[in-house]
């Protein structure tokens, strides 16, 4: 298997079924597949807590376990913010919940940020880096569901997805869920590196420059997205003809509309969408038919709870456009 199919294994209209098989997942990993003994496995937690904590694998396994159906997307190379890819999946996780740990570790009312590492160090871009360290804000918590997860659709983790344990942050891109994960970390501000503050942060957007704060965004809760399943790219499709067109929509605060445009942008149609339930995407779907032979461009937006929708170009999450053919009645 090569690296790029192991980066993108499967195209927005392959994306065909709610619970994505392990076997097609994405793999990204910046530094390396570590190989973890899990007999020797533990994890600590540290910093600002009153009672530091360490355990191994059997503890974790005894503590209440949870599962969760959520969205995993990677936002793309860090070097290219700015480029859309894709690369999105719906899995089950299984785990520990992290907030009832911190609970039994007494956070310090100071603590704002938890870092976390994995076990993964070496070269990234020319820098060296120990581990692959991420922060997450402790504000995140009170959406719940931030696991300790030691499996991935009802079976253990594969190496390559973070064996024995990964953090998973639902809502959240992928690059916050830390495989590999040994140590967490509570602080008062974030953590230095290249994986927080070098990389994976948005530069400042109009409303905050207009407001002069200038500051950069840390790439955490998704942007509102949507990815056309079907029709699939290069479809033939007959005048007067119906079919079905359907997708994903998702968001850290959840879809409340999806439109598509067979104009190029000049008129939309709501389509229909599933609620949210969970952290889990939604589905979408819209009667289509063509009235007029030649080539057709399918747009989909979704928009999110608060109104913020997706970009036309230039975003990670900018609007996902296929291109049929339409051919006359025969
Ligand atoms: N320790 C570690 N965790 C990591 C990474 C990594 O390189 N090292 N990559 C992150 C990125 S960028 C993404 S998108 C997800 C991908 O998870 P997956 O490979 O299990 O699909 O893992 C994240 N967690
Ligand atoms: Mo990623």
Same mark, same amino acid.
């Not at 570590?34 to 910093?47: E, K, M, N, Y």
């Not at 079976?155 to 994960?181: A, M």
């Not at 033939?236 to 104009?263: N, Q």
């Not at 969408?273 to 032979?293: K, M, V």
């Given at each position: 298997?090569?690296?790029?199919?192991?980066?993108?294994?499967?195209?927005?209209?392959?994306?065909?079924?709610?619970?994505?098989?392990?076997?097609?997942?994405?793999?990204?990993?910046?530094?390396?597949?570590? $190989?973890?003994?899990?007999?020797?496995?533990?994890?600590?937690?540290?910093?600002?807590?009153?009672?530091?904590?360490?355990?191994?694998?059997?503890?974790?396994?005894?503590?209440?376990?949870?599962?969760?159906?959520?969205?995993?997307?990677?936002?793309?190379?860090?070097?290219?913010?700015?480029?859309?890819?894709?690369?999105?999946?719906?899995?089950?996780?299984?785990?520990?919940?992290?907030?009832?740990?911190?609970?039994?570790?007494?956070?310090?009312?100071?603590?704002?940020? !938890?870092?976390?590492?994995?076990?993964?160090?070496?070269?990234?871009?020319?820098?060296?880096?120990?581990?692959? !360290?991420?922060?997450?804000?402790?504000?995140?918590?009170?959406?719940?569901?931030?696991?300790?997860?030691?499996?991935?659709?009802?079976?253990?983790?594969?190496?390559?997805?973070?064996?024995?344990?990964?953090?998973?942050?639902?809502?959240?891109?992928?690059?916050?869920?830390?495989?590999?994960?040994?140590?967490?970390?509570?602080?008062?501000?974030?953590?230095?590196?290249?994986?927080?503050?070098?990389?994976?942060?948005?530069?400042?957007?109009?409303?905050?420059?207009?407001?002069?704060?200038?500051?950069?965004?840390?790439? =955490?809760?998704?942007?509102?997205?949507?990815?056309?399943?079907?029709?699939?790219?290069?479809?033939?499709?007959?005048?007067?003809?119906?079919?079905?067109?359907?997708?994903?929509?998702?968001?850290?605060?959840?879809?409340?509309?999806?439109?598509?445009?067979?104009?190029?942008?000049?008129?939309?149609?709501?389509?229909? !969408?599933?609620?949210?339930?969970?952290?889990? =995407?939604?589905?979408?779907?819209?009667?289509?038919?063509?009235?007029?032979?030649?080539?057709?461009?399918?747009?989909?937006?979704?928009?999110?709870?608060?109104?913020?929708? $997706?970009?036309?170009?230039?975003?990670?999450?900018?609007?996902?456009?296929?291109?049929?053919?339409?051919?006359?009645?025969?």
């Amino acid at each position: 298997m090569g690296p790029a199919q192991r980066l993108m294994k499967l195209q927005p209209h392959d994306l065909t079924d709610r619970i994505t098989p392990t076997n097609d997942l994405f793999v990204l990993a910046h530094l390396g597949v570590p $190989q973890v003994d899990a007999t020797r496995w533990t994890l600590s937690i540290d910093g600002l807590v009153r009672h530091p904590l360490s355990l191994d694998l059997r503890q974790l396994q005894a503590l209440p376990k949870r599962e969760i159906e959520a969205v995993h997307q990677c936002c793309g190379s860090p070097l290219e913010p700015f480029v859309p890819t894709r690369r999105v999946s719906n899995v089950r996780w299984g785990g520990a919940d992290l907030a009832a740990l911190l609970d039994q570790a007494g956070v310090e009312p100071e603590a704002r940020f !938890l870092w976390s590492y994995g076990l993964d160090g070496g070269i990234f871009v020319g820098a060296d880096c120990d581990w692959y !360290l991420k922060d997450l804000p402790l504000a995140r918590f009170s959406a719940g569901d931030v696991l300790l997860a030691y499996e991935l659709n009802g079976e253990p983790l594969p190496p390559e997805h973070g064996f024995p344990v990964r953090l998973v942050v639902p809502g959240y891109y992928g690059t916050n869920s830390v495989k590999w994960i040994w140590r967490l970390h509570l602080a008062k501000d974030r953590a230095e590196g290249l994986f927080t503050t070098t990389y994976y942060n948005d530069p400042p957007g109009t409303a905050d420059a207009a407001a002069g704060l200038g500051r950069t965004r840390p790439v =955490w809760a998704t942007a509102p997205e949507s990815v056309i399943v079907a029709p699939a790219p290069d479809t033939t499709l007959r005048v007067g003809e119906a079919s079905e067109l359907w997708g994903w929509a998702w968001s850290f605060r959840g879809i409340v509309a999806v439109e598509i445009s067979l104009d190029d942008g000049l008129t939309w149609q709501a389509a229909r !969408l599933e609620p949210r339930r969970g952290w889990t =995407w939604q589905r979408f779907r819209l009667r289509l038919q063509a009235d007029r032979p030649g080539p057709l461009k399918v747009l989909a937006r979704a928009r999110e709870v608060g109104g913020q929708g $997706q970009p036309r170009a230039g975003a990670r999450n900018a609007m996902h456009e296929v291109e049929v053919t339409v051919l006359a009645r025969d």
